[in-house]
C-alpha cells in the first residue's frame, strides 16, 4: 500500500525544542500526542504542545493508552475531558498489552465500550492503535498476554480505522482488517534499530528528542482530507 511517512507519536518522555522545526525540516504534517492513561492520569504536557504543535501548522491527534483499571466509559470519558476535540482532532485508542503491569490490561470487552462512547460523544470512530497479533488474539509483549480470542468483524472495534504497530519489513493486517487494510503504519519507534521495520534506524527528526514514526496510506492530499475530517474516512 502507497503512503507517505510523515506521522510522528510522542509522549511527555520525548523532549520537544521547536515544533517549527518538526513542520519545517523534518517533513513531518501531522503528530499524534498521548494525552490520558487509565481513567485517572493526564499527561502534563499535552495542553501546552497541542497549542506549540498548531501555531506551526502541524495537523494534531491524540491518543489514550487503555488499562483495566477502570471501565471503558469512564475511560473514554476522562480522555475526551482532558483532549477537548475539536472538528479536526484525530483521536485514537492505544490497545494492546500493558507490559509494565500486565494485569491492568484492557480487555476487549472495554476497548468495545471505549469506543462505543467516543462516538456516542463525537459522531466518529477513534483510531484503533494495536499490534497484528494482539488483534488475533495471539500472544504478545514480554508478559505473553492474550485477548483469549481474535478481533472479530462484528466488534465495532474493527469498524475503527485501523493504526498498525509492526516492525517488520512488511506489515500483518490482522484478520478482521482484511477487506481493509491499515490507515496507518508504525513502522519504528524511538529511533532505535530494534524497532524499525527496516533494519536501520530512521532519520531523526529535527525539534525532538525521539519520535515513533508513521506511515499513513495516501498521499499528502489525502492526509490533510482525513484529518480535517476528524479521522473519518471520506
Request: glycine share 10%.
Amino acid at each position: 500500500m502507497a503512503g507517505i511517512d510523515a506521522v510522528i507519536d510522542i509522549s511527555h518522555n520525548v523532549t520537544v525544542s521547536d515544533f517549527n522545526a518538526v513542520r519545517r525540516n523534518g517533513n513531518i504534517l501531522g503528530v499524534i500526542h498521548k494525552s490520558t492513561e487509565g481513567g485517572d492520569w493526564v499527561d502534563p504536557s499535552y495542553a501546552v504542545r497541542r497549542h506549540q504543535a498548531e501555531a506551526a501548522g502541524l495537523l494534531w491527534g491524540a491518543y489514550h493508552f487503555g488499562t483495566r483499571q477502570y471501565s471503558g466509559e469512564r475511560q473514554a470519558a476522562a480522555f475526551l475531558a482532558a483532549v477537548r476535540p475539536g472538528p479536526n482532532t484525530v483521536l485514537a485508542l492505544d490497545f494492546e498489552p500493558n507490559d509494565h503491569n500486565p494485569r491492568n490490561t484492557m480487555t476487549l470487552a472495554q476497548a468495545e465500550q471505549f469506543v462505543r462512547t467516543v462516538q456516542q460523544a463525537t459522531g466518529r470512530l477513534p483510531l484503533l492503535y494495536t499490534h497484528p497479533n494482539w488483534a488475533n488474539g495471539g500472544r504478545t509483549g514480554r508478559a505473553r498476554l492474550s485477548l483469549g480470542k481474535p478481533i472479530d468483524a462484528g466488534s465495532i472495534l474493527a469498524r475503527c480505522e485501523l493504526w498498525l504497530a509492526d516492525y517488520r519489513e512488511q506489515p500483518e493486517t490482522p484478520m478482521a482488517w482484511q477487506g481493509r487494510g491499515w490507515r496507518m503504519w508504525q513502522y519504528a519507534g524511538d529511533d532505535t534499530e530494534d524497532k524499525a521495520a527496516y533494519g536501520t534506524v530512521p532519520k531523526s527528526i529535527p525539534g525532538v528528542s525521539h519520535s515513533d514514526r508513521n506511515i499513513f496510506a495516501g498521499d499528502a492530499n489525502a492526509l490533510y482530507r482525513f484529518w480535517k475530517s476528524g479521522g473519518v474516512s471520506v
